[in-house]
């Protein structure tokens, strides 16, 4: 009962000094708004760098063959030890085998959704449609079936077919993107099928003929920086693996393959060891060469980490600015106190305890904090919503900063409102009422 009428009486002065209330608590609102406004602002930005790796395959495990971290050396008969320099690629016996993948998949059968291989071959260039003088380019690269299917969440085939290991197995075949029958075959993406493209990759013409037409997806990263005209738009040309291998003069092992894992099964992240281990026992009798492990999904928690620490550093000191604001309050409920000096001693004549003078300025100050906080909350959530949008990110409010937000502003009143409070429950309450 005791608590209701204090909060009644915070109440009444708040509205009977609602400007000196409000220049009070500007303090705390700036303080509170500001840190919600940046946490918001870096929950958008972690979640959208989240949310487009988690596209681009945070999961996947890349296998590569990558040089050894030590230099080799040899010893001579008169002991003088040489230092043989590396090559710069792994031969043919340096790659991944296909026995090295089947012993791999044996091992895991069910921790592996699949594997993918790629084969990069280069830039390809073509003409454009209805405008010779002009070129476009694509990005032509082998691939498996089972990388291609995978590609059915966001690039889903429109007409035709992807390409299958085995049927097309040495074929001049292609897989296009709608963007690219648009720029160098013309007409409709239907109509593409079957038809015949020649591209000119390593400075060589070769034909292939259009067996699927792919949905095109425009990549956020390209539009950001890239430019706005269509015929720069550079889309993936898919061939076969085999064919892709031989125009590269590539061997027949893989340099790089890519473990997409069962993330129900296992922990990408703890898995991506247990790859890189499994495959580099293949090379400890490689002088040159061993097998590398990465994955994304590092990177992403790695990215995820830091993005949080410069929210929270900046945060904090955003939140300086509630410690001038907590000064604020201290000093106008020593005004307070000062004012009602007369009305403090009548209470304490009339038997009022000092607890209860205590907690009614300790009760004021809360509440100034409070109704601060609540603005501050509503004014952080505002902006932080418009800044994401400026930068292009859908809002994502910190429901965890809004709740300190509200605790610290309760901190700050008990803080910053105690010395004043303790100071009038100290009054002498004769001294007080013949204050003037």
Same mark, same amino acid.
């Given at each position: 009962?005791?608590?209701?009428?204090?909060?009644?009486?915070?109440? @009444?002065s708040v &509205?009977?000094?609602?400007?000196r209330?409000?220049? %009070?608590?500007?303090?705390?609102? +700036?303080?509170? =708004? /500001?840190?919600?406004?940046?946490?918001?602002?870096?929950?958008?930005?972690?979640?959208?760098?989240?949310?487009?790796?988690?596209?681009?395959?945070?999961?996947?495990?890349?296998?590569?063959?990558?040089?050894?971290s030590?230099?080799?050396?040899?010893?001579?008969?008169?002991?003088?030890?040489?230092?043989?320099f590396?090559?710069s690629?792994?031969?043919?016996?340096?790659?991944?085998?296909?026995?090295?993948?089947?012993?791999?998949?044996?091992?895991?059968?069910?921790q592996?959704?699949?594997?993918?291989?790629?084969?990069?071959?280069?830039?390809? @260039?073509?003409? &454009?449609?209805?405008?010779?003088?002009t070129t476009? %380019?694509?990005?032509?690269s082998? +691939?498996?079936? =089972? /990388?291609?299917?995978?590609?059915?969440?966001?690039?889903?085939?429109?007409?035709?077919?992807?390409?299958?290991?085995?049927?097309?197995?040495?074929?001049?075949?292609a897989?296009?993107?709608?963007?690219?029958?648009?720029?160098?075959?013309?007409?409709?993406?239907?109509?593409?099928?079957?038809?015949?493209?020649?591209?000119?990759?390593?400075?060589n013409?070769?034909?292939?003929?259009?067996?699927?037409?792919?949905?095109?997806?425009?990549?956020?990263y390209?539009?950001?920086f890239?430019?706005?005209?269509?015929?720069t738009i550079?889309?993936?040309?898919?061939i076969?693996?085999?064919?892709?291998?031989?125009?590269?003069?590539?061997?027949?092992?893989?340099q790089?393959?890519?473990?997409?894992?069962?993330?129900?099964?296992?922990?990408?992240?703890?898995?991506?060891?247990?790859?890189?281990?499994?495959?580099?026992?293949y090379?400890?009798?490689?002088?040159?060469?061993t097998?590398?492990?990465?994955?994304?999904?590092?990177?992403?928690?790695?990215?995820?980490?830091?993005?949080?620490?410069?929210?929270?550093?900046?945060?904090?000191?955003?939140?300086?600015s509630?410690?001038?604001?907590?000064?604020?309050?201290?000093?106008?409920?020593?005004?307070?106190?000062?004012?009602?000096?007369?009305?403090?001693?009548?209470?304490?004549?009339?038997?009022?305890?000092?607890?209860?003078?205590?907690?009614q300025?300790?009760?004021?100050s809360?509440i100034?904090?409070?109704?601060?906080?609540?603005?501050?909350?509503v004014?952080?959530?505002?902006?932080?919503?418009?800044?994401s949008?400026?930068?292009?990110?859908?809002?994502?409010p910190?429901?965890?900063a809004?709740?300190?937000?509200?605790?610290?502003?309760?901190a700050?009143?008990?803080?910053?409102?105690?010395?004043?409070?303790?100071?009038?429950?100290?009054?002498?309450?004769?001294?007080?009422?013949?204050?003037?």
């Open positions: 009962m005791q608590l209701f009428e204090n909060i009644g009486m915070a109440l @009444t &509205k009977s000094n609602k400007m209330s409000l220049l %009070t608590m500007l303090g705390i609102i +700036i303080g509170i =708004a /500001a840190v919600i406004a940046i946490e918001t602002v870096g929950n958008s930005m972690t979640g959208s760098v989240v949310d487009s790796m988690s596209g681009m395959g945070a999961g996947n495990i890349t296998v590569s063959v990558v040089q050894k030590t230099s080799d050396t040899s010893g001579t008969a008169q002991g003088v030890t040489l230092r043989r590396k090559d690629t792994p031969s043919d016996s340096d790659l991944i085998t296909d026995d090295m993948i089947s012993d791999f998949l044996a091992a895991f059968p069910t592996v959704l699949r594997i993918e291989y790629t084969q990069s071959v280069g830039s390809g @260039t073509i003409a &454009k449609y209805g405008d010779p003088t476009i %380019t694509a990005a032509v082998g +691939i498996n079936h =089972a /990388a291609l299917a995978a590609k059915d969440d966001d690039s889903q085939i429109l007409y035709g077919r992807w390409l299958d290991d085995e049927k097309d197995k040495g074929r001049n075949l897989c296009v993107s709608e963007k690219f029958v648009e720029q160098a075959v013309g007409g409709t993406a239907r109509d593409a099928v079957g038809k015949s493209v020649t591209l000119t990759i390593n400075k013409l070769y034909t292939f003929y259009i067996e699927g037409v792919y949905k095109y997806t425009e990549n956020s390209s539009s950001m890239g430019g706005s005209d269509d015929d550079q889309t993936d040309f898919y076969p693996l085999d064919v892709a291998k031989s125009i590269a003069g590539a061997g027949a092992g893989y790089s393959i890519t473990v997409v894992a069962d993330s129900n099964a296992v922990n990408v992240t703890d898995f991506v060891n247990t790859v890189g281990d499994f495959f580099a026992g090379y400890t009798r490689n002088d040159s060469w097998v590398s492990a990465s994955s994304l999904a590092g990177l992403l928690d790695s990215m995820s980490d830091m993005m949080n620490t410069m929210s929270l550093g900046i945060s904090a000191i955003a939140a300086l509630l410690l001038v604001g907590g000064i604020g309050v201290m000093n106008i409920m020593m005004v307070s106190v000062t004012e009602r000096t007369r009305e403090i001693g009548t209470r304490k004549a009339l038997g009022a305890p000092a607890s209860a003078i205590r907690m300025f300790i009760t004021e809360v100034l904090c409070l109704i601060g906080g609540a603005i501050g909350i004014l952080g959530l505002g902006l932080g919503a418009a800044l949008k400026a930068v292009g990110y859908a809002a994502r910190s429901v965890s809004i709740f300190i937000a509200v605790g610290f502003s309760m700050i009143g008990v803080f910053f409102g105690y010395y004043p409070a303790n100071k009038a429950a100290k009054l002498d309450p004769i001294e007080a009422l013949r204050y003037e």
